[in-house]
């Protein structure tokens, strides 16, 4: 049974002829004692135990200190690099679109020599076909000139070579 301090308070030891009851009061003593000691080695358990969660409460601030630091530096760290990371996209965005021009302009200047050199192809085809189409009605008018009889357009043209043929002969007339 514990004693509470109302109890000590109200305790009202009974009177003798020679004072209080000597046993009652060390019985009531001893009791008081035995309680005050359990009280005082649960308050050394307690301040032990306060002592101890101080401590860890101290540890767990310094843990926490730790962590908010660790954590703003993470934040800070993410946010760097979440901008380290956006540079690098636009240069690359950036490189890829200079690489996209000079492609382009490449191909650009490509498609003009492929068209320069057809118009010089087209030209060239032209000037082949007409030399060609001059040559063919040459060479038609040649022998057309083969098939014609010499005779026929100038009439007197056989009797002159007749003549010459005579002149140029010993043997004939002179």
Do not use: C, W
């Not at 401590?55 to 946010?79: D, F, G, I, M, V």
């Not at 690098?88 to 000079?102: H, L, N, P, R, V």
Request: proline residues 3%; hydrophobic residues 40%.
């Amino acid at each position: 049974m514990r004693i509470t301090p109302l109890d000590i308070h109200n305790h009202a030891f009974p009177r003798r002829l020679q004072g209080y009851d000597r046993e009652e009061v060390d019985a009531f003593l001893r009791m008081v004692a035995g309680d005050y000691e359990l009280v005082l080695g649960e308050l050394q358990q307690l301040r032990e135990k306060v002592s101890h969660l101080e401590q860890r409460n101290q540890e767990l601030l310094a843990n926490e200190k730790l962590l908010q630091e660790t954590l703003t530096t993470a934040q800070h760290l993410s946010e760097d690099l979440k901008q380290t990371a956006l540079k690098e996209a636009e240069m690359t965005i950036s490189q890829a679109e200079i690489q996209g021009e000079k492609i382009l302009d490449a191909a650009h200047r490509r498609a003009a020599r492929v068209a320069e050199d057809l118009r010089e192809m087209k030209l060239l085809r032209s000037r082949v076909a007409a030399g060609l189409r001059a040559t063919l009605e040459h060479h038609l008018e040649l022998v057309e000139h083969l098939s014609d009889d010499p005779t026929a357009e100038d009439p007197q043209l056989e009797s002159r070579i007749d003549a010459l043929a005579r002149r140029g002969d010993p043997s004939g007339p002179a």
